[in-house]
């Protein structure tokens, strides 16, 4: 019998590379269709190896979901960014392999980031998702999120919603 080791842990530089890889393949599941084609191969052409390595060491918080030593999900989190929001932590991304999704790993990967945001003082949560991404809002308010925000983003000439979520 063979045991599969599943972790939520810090992202290390070595993991550079899988992020990489998780992010490829989860912009292309999550945003074909509702982001213009260039706007999301461009965003995918930015998020190579080099910039993951840069962003494990600018020091905002980011975990990865282990399963069997392979790199299926990330979170970056941190103190909430926009002082117009009643939160004092926010959720930036939370994204897990598609083959990977639907199995419980994204309320695992949620839950053990609450908790730190609550060991740090951030009782009040934003997240923020695109509007059409039916998926991710659906995920956000199972997990007891309510909708307080709508602003419009530019994503390659096109002009997209996007809601913000509070969890107390």
């Not at 998020?47 to 993951?52: F, N």
């Not at 695109?130 to 956000?140: G, I, M, Q, S, T």
Request: aromatic share 10%; glycine share 10%.
């Amino acid at each position: 019998m063979t045991a599969i080791t599943i972790s939520v842990r810090r992202a290390r530089s070595e993991d550079a590379a899988d992020l990489s890889t998780v992010f490829d393949a989860t912009w292309r599941e999550a945003y074909q269709g509702i982001l213009p084609a260039i706007a999301l191969e461009r965003m995918i052409g930015r998020r190579g190896p080099r910039w993951w390595l840069a962003t494990i060491g600018r020091g905002r918080p980011l975990v990865v979901l282990d399963v069997g030593d392979k790199v299926v999900g990330y979170v970056s989190y941190g103190r909430c960014r926009d002082r117009s929001l009643p939160a004092d932590g926010e959720i930036d991304e939370l994204y897990l392999a598609p083959e990977y999704q639907g199995l419980g790993f994204g309320k695992r990967l949620f839950k053990a980031v609450r908790n730190d945001l609550d060991d740090r003082g951030a009782k009040r949560v934003a997240v923020w998702c695109l509007a059409d991404n039916e998926r991710a809002c659906d995920f956000y308010r199972h997990m007891g999120g309510r909708m307080i925000a709508e602003t419009n983003e530019r994503f390659g000439g096109s002009s997209l919603t996007k809601s913000c979520f509070l969890f107390r």
